[in-house]
């Protein structure tokens, strides 16, 4: 008997690791604090847009069936990640090392970002991809720009809403994380306005390189169904 090998599209796994990174770095650079002119945000706000253009993007390519097991794969990597920095902070320094000191204090709180992280950019991103697929359905696919427009909306709100204040709410006070929330809004709306005409582009040129295109007519939408089933 012949095992069955599963073939994944061309450009799926440059999609899909630059999908995963996206959505890991912001675990390291949470607590690094920018300012921009007068915007002052977290690190992690510069790089979490992009996870929902991309989502969309490989929702558009490739269907929802691929990003919705990208979004579970990418909850497992960010808790491995978190724990492992976690169990490697807590192993003591031999006494000639001197920036341990300094490392703990920055990566003290990465399990609590890690759950804010799980809770509120997976859910958000499930939303969003969810508004865009539906969308997409009723629409015939059409407008893929107001469709990435809508679903990321949608998910930056609640992304939003569950991770900033869960993230800082014992090292900063209730201005300062409302201040971080408004800011990243912002720069989200920025992204979005700039990214979708890009991420249109992105699309047109990955299906004229992957031929032929999946349906999500057919598609179970449910975001707890965690293997690849035929459209």
Known sequence: MQARIQVYPKYFL?????FVTVLLVPIATAYHIDQIGPFIL???ALIFPLAYLLADIIAEVY????VRQLIWAAVLAK???????????????????HQQKAYNVVYAHVLRFA?????GTTTGAFVDVYCFSKLRILWKGRSFWLRCLIGNVAGDIILTLVVYPITFFT???????????????????????????????????????EGSLPS?????LNPFVFKLTKQ
């Open 79 to 97: 808790i491995l990640m978190a724990v492992f920095i976690f169990l490697l902070i807590n192993i003591k320094a031999p006494v000639f090392w």
């Open 216 to 220: 999500d007519e057919s598609s179970d």
């Open 63 to 66: 269907g929802y069936k691929f």
């Open 42 to 44: 977290s690190g992690g």
């Open 14 to 18: 440059f999609f899909a690791i630059t």
């Open 115 to 119: 759950l804010a992280s799980v809770i």
């Open 171 to 209: 090292v900063a006070d209730k201005s300062q994380i409302f201040g971080f929330m408004i800011t990243a809004t912002l720069i989200k709306i920025i992204y979005i306005l700039v990214g979708s005409p890009i991420s249109n582009l992105i699309v047109i040129f990955a299906k004229r390189i």
